[in-house]
């Protein structure tokens, strides 16, 4: 499978402030998913983008698939942004998504 | 609410118990998953179903047992677990198939403590 590599792996901020998460991986991928886990261990999809870009409220991200990476853009933070951000992908020749280890996102207020 | 639930959402077990996990979803989906997160680390993949049947069962120890009766249901059956076993085991769902529209969709998990 692919390897998946997450920058950086803890951030903290200040309410308010912007930030940029990225996610490198090995190998072409035909599915890549952005997730949220919150405190309470539920993973929320933010995007599904194996290419192109897309934006959703504060959030955005950007998926430049022949340079292997991804990026996710939050926007004006807020404490409720806090959590694990995990990015996950898959090449075509694979049958499961293999996660990255993860950026520990804490804002303060 | 993602359309995935799991029950129980804890649970706490001696390693001489039998318990088992229940994961249902309602999004018309035909793969399911079970995964496991450890304290610190990423998500591993256990066990995958396509249209009822187990695909993928990536080196999991035998005493977790799969079961998936239809593709709303899936189950994880547990049997003389080891300590190192506590984790967080979280239930995914998705289209099948190798293409690329299989976005997968997680419930919320249930927190297993093995005593």
């Known amino acids: 499978g692919i390897q998946v590599e997450q920058s950086p792996p803890d951030l903290i901020l200040q309410e308010g402030a912007n930030s940029t998460l990225r996610c490198n991986f090995s190998d072409s991928v035909n599915n890549l998913q952005w997730f949220h886990q919150n405190p309470w261990g539920q993973l929320i999809n933010l995007f599904y983008i194996p290419s192109g870009t897309k934006q959703n409220g504060r959030l955005s991200a950007t998926t430049v698939a022949t340079e292997r990476y991804s990026l996710l853009y939050i926007s004006s933070s807020q404490t409720t942004d806090s959590g694990v951000y995990f990015c996950a992908g898959r090449s075509g020749s694979a049958r499961q998504l293999t996660f990255g280890s993860g950026t520990q996102l804490t804002v303060l207020p | 609410e993602t359309g995935v639930t799991q029950t129980p959402r804890h649970l706490v077990m001696g390693m001489t118990n039998k318990k088992s996990l229940k994961c249902e979803q309602h999004l018309g989906h035909n793969a399911m998953y079970w995964y496991k997160q450890s304290a610190k680390k990423p998500l591993e993949l256990m066990f995958v179903y396509n249209f009822k049947e187990q695909t993928e069962n990536n080196s999991v120890p035998s005493r977790f047992s799969p079961e998936c009766p239809n593709s709303s249901h899936l189950f994880l059956h547990l049997h003389t677990l080891q300590p190192e076993d506590s984790a967080l085991y979280l239930c995914?769902?998705?289209?099948?198939?190798?293409?690329?529209?299989?976005?997968?969709?997680f419930g919320p998990g249930t927190r297993l403590t093995v005593l």
């Open positions: 995914a769902s998705s289209q099948a198939g190798g293409g690329a529209h299989n976005e997968q969709f």
